[in-house]
């Protein structure tokens, strides 16, 4: 199984709603991502979870909050969000978190395409 | 921080040979990926480099240059399914970073 699986896959909310994307790995992967990708932009770091603790946090503003309740579930929190932030959010995975080589291939899954209006 | 260039589109005709290159400045290199994305989807993992050299993967090759900061993507036989656009991504340990960080990527388009 190198399968990650995002839901929702489409969300349409408004600017003061409050919605949740999930993102699920079952490869026993310890490392979990979460990327912003615009339309023809490459996909941008948000956060990083390695063995379910917040290792990176790129700037990104407090209306997302990541969760990670398990070594297989990351949780990505909405609210307040703004029209700009409409993109396709991509969840990934990789094997362990540290640094050997060969192990930090990332599984991207299927991706969430969001619009706020 | 890194910064990751690749051509931006190329355009190639079925059954041809594409080479897509990219270049990196990075402190902690510790490995380049090539992803593959076609629209609307999710990248989807082609190949690594970590050591310099040549990685074949049937019609897909990657090569790798550290000293020279430079990668390259080779499609052989082209097939119209492959236009898509190709990701370079570094993967970078000296700022802490275990995760990827992407180039902006080429948009190939084959051609009958």
């Known amino acids: 199984d190198t399968e990650v699986t995002q839901t929702p896959k489409h969300l349409v909310m408004g600017m003061t709603n409050k919605k949740s994307l999930k993102c699920e790995q079952h490869?026993?992967?310890?490392?979990m991502y979460w990327y912003k990708q615009k339309a023809k932009k490459p996909p941008e770091l948000m956060f990083v979870?390695?063995?379910?603790?917040?290792?990176i946090n790129e700037s990104v503003p407090s209306r997302f909050s990541p969760e990670c309740p398990n070594s297989s579930l990351l949780n990505l929190h909405l609210h307040a969000l703004q029209p700009e932030d409409s993109a396709l959010y991509l969840c990934?995975?990789?094997?362990?978190?540290?640094?050997?080589?060969?192990?930090?291939?990332?599984?991207f899954g299927q991706g969430t395409r969001l619009t706020v209006v | 921080g890194q910064n990751i260039d690749q051509p931006t589109e190329m355009t190639a005709t079925e059954g041809a040979i594409v080479q897509i290159n990219c270049t990196y400045q990075?402190?902690?290199?510790?490995?380049l990926f090539w992803y593959q994305q076609h629209a609307g989807e999710a990248p989807t993992f082609l190949s690594y480099?970590?050591?310099?050299g040549l990685e074949e993967k049937g019609r897909f090759s990657s090569f790798l240059s550290r000293s020279k900061g430079y990668s390259y993507l080779l499609l052989k036989e082209l097939q119209m399914k492959d236009s898509a656009s190709y990701l370079c991504?570094?993967?970078?340990?000296?700022?802490?970073?275990?995760?990827?960080?992407f180039g902006s990527g080429t948009r190939l388009q084959v051609q009958p």
């Open positions: 990934a995975s990789s094997r362990g978190g540290g640094e050997g080589p060969g192990n930090t291939e990332a599984f």
């Open positions: 480099n970590v050591l310099d």
């Open positions: 490869m026993g992967h310890r490392a």
């Open positions: 979870y390695s063995y379910e603790k917040l290792s």
């Open positions: 991504a570094v993967r970078d340990l000296d700022t802490g970073r275990r995760a990827l960080t």
């Open positions: 990075t402190s902690g290199f510790n490995g």
